[in-house]
């Protein structure tokens, strides 16, 4: 390992500068496997955030005005940094989140693609001249970046979840103020100082570290400069921040929650079918938004599925993400783990089986053992609520149109899967699950080339591909007269 430390900072970042709380305060960030403090970093507060919106809103004038060749060279220098440092940034990653090593380059190297991508996107911005409705009129669009953007990220993807907003801002020639989650603060510093690395200018990135998320919140929300609000997090803190933005009429981007069907028919391939559980459940231990939640297996494969899941989640290795080989790290933090043994309990309560885990892992602390529930039934919570843990629940069902009526019976709609080999079923079910993304024959479906982003109360917007530029752009109308 080269010296990470050189990424781990003790400051805040505003206006190319590193800065301490005004009042000298700080909070301790802690590594989930044993709770160890790995550093302090500044508490900021209302004054800092104003800060850094003001020095947002001073480098705007001129980002804005550079070509977007300039800002995409800028952006490619950036992307490389980030591969060049991935070992560092991977590291620290793990320190502060607990993934395993593994899923943590992974994260790194997902987050670099967002920056590459939009490195290039940003150079293609184009508006259109449209057909007039006057013979001496001539009626044309370009496209404009919003302004300063505020970016709230969550601490399951520390990284990447930041880069896929800081990079179509920056390319589409915004400015920003980033507040990353309490617990990973320490890879958005890390960022920052890449950013300084690849001589972004001062002002155009901004961290604020806060252990007072809704002081910071209430600022990003209600300033008049802040133009727009990218959110990931909870469906929950996601209509708080949709409030506060509205006094201001800011343009929102919501990524939120889900409660992602994962479907087996009776003509899945079954082993394909347990490997895309696999993948779409136990990633980040279970702590993603498009983690499925809800696992809908057909009866008459419902014993052999559920076997030979059991049979492979047993080999899961659980322990210190840091370590070789580890596929499941622990939990964020001890209330995720109550929260998961109380959906456990609620389950066994109302006539669920514990397939296999259930009972807390002998390495205590957040580790909570990866888990498969039998016979789930709809009046569980562990079936309506989104669980962001290693908890598999499975529920039996015999037709179709009664399948995919249940997968759609939540207010969410962020990501949803089916295994099946009939191509008419594939694009019936396609198109019947109300969600914003369905993989087919796969547990995998991020990437940054195509949209994410949830229907219903899983959000508004989408992040990547094409689309996600969109995003921090206005569309300005210009019609020429006097022809
Ligand atoms: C999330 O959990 O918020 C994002 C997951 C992903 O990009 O795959």
């Given amino acids: 390992m080269r010296d990470y430390k050189r990424f781990l900072k003790e400051k805040a970042y505003i206006n190319g500068k590193w800065v301490s709380a005004q009042n000298g305060k700080t909070f301790e960030v802690r590594n989930p496997f044993n709770n160890d403090k790995i550093i302090e970093v500044p508490d900021l507060g209302k004054e800092e955030t104003i800060q850094a919106i003001v020095s947002a809103k001073v480098a705007l004038e001129k980002w804005k005005n550079e070509t977007a060749e300039y800002r995409a060279r800028l952006l490619k220098k950036l992307f490389n940094l980030q591969l060049d440092f991935a070992d560092e940034l991977a590291y620290i990653l793990t320190l502060e989140q607990g993934k395993p090593l593994s899923e943590a380059q992974g994260e790194i190297k997902y987050g670099a693609s967002f920056i590459e991508w939009f490195a290039e996107e940003g150079r293609r911005t184009y508006g259109e001249t449209i057909p007039s409705n006057a013979s001496d009129k001539r009626v044309l669009t370009i496209k404009q970046p919003v302004g300063v953007v505020a970016a709230i990220t969550p601490w399951n993807f520390p990284n990447a979840m930041i880069t896929r907003k800081i990079a179509p801002a920056l390319a589409a020639g915004c400015t920003v103020v980033v507040k990353p989650a309490e617990s990973t603060p320490l890879s958005a510093l890390a960022i920052a100082v890449l950013a300084e690395m690849a001589g972004i200018p001062k002002g155009v990135i ?241 990437t940054t080339v195509a949209p994410f982003g949830g229907v219903k109360e899983s959000g508004i917007g989408r992040e990547g591909s094409k689309y996600g530029i969109e995003e921090y752009l206005e569309i300005k109308y210009i019609c020429i007269g006097g022809l």
């Avoid at 569980?380 to 669980?387: A, P």
Wanted: hydrophobic share 40%; with cysteine; charged share 20%.
């Fill in 206 to 446: 901004n961290i604020i570290t806060t252990n007072k998320p809704i002081e910071v919140g209430e600022e990003l929300t209600s300033n008049s400069i802040v133009k727009k609000i990218s959110f990931t997090g909870s469906t929950h803190v996601g209509k708080i921040l949709m409030k506060q933005c509205a006094e201001t009429v800011k343009k929102v981007s919501m990524e939120l929650g889900g409660n992602a069907p994962f479907i087996v028919f009776n003509d899945a391939d079954i082993d394909s079918a347990v490997e895309g559980v696999i993948a779409s459940k136990f990633r980040n231990s279970g702590q993603t938004c498009v983690c499925t939640n809800r696992i809908f297996v057909h009866d008459s494969i419902y014993d052999e599925f559920s076997y030979k899941l059991s049979k492979e989640v047993g080999k899961l290795k659980i322990g210190n993400g840091i370590e070789q080989g580890i596929a499941i790290g622990p939990l964020i933090n001890e209330k995720a783990v109550s929260f998961l043994n109380n959906l456990v309990e609620d389950a066994s309560g109302k006539g669920a089986e514990v397939i296999i885990g259930g009972n807390l892992n002998k390495l205590g602390g957040n580790f909570f053992p990866p888990t498969i529930l039998g016979n789930v039934s709809e009046e569980m919570d562990v079936y309506n609520k989104e669980i962001f843990g290693s908890i598999a629940p499975l529920i039996r069902f015999t037709k179709e149109e009664e399948v995919i009526a249940m997968a759609n019976n939540t207010p969410y709609g962020l990501a949803s899967y089916f295994f099946s080999k009939d191509y008419a079923r594939v694009w019936r079910v396609s198109e019947g699950l109300d969600y914003g993304m369905v993989g087919v024959n796969t547990g995998k479906i991020s």
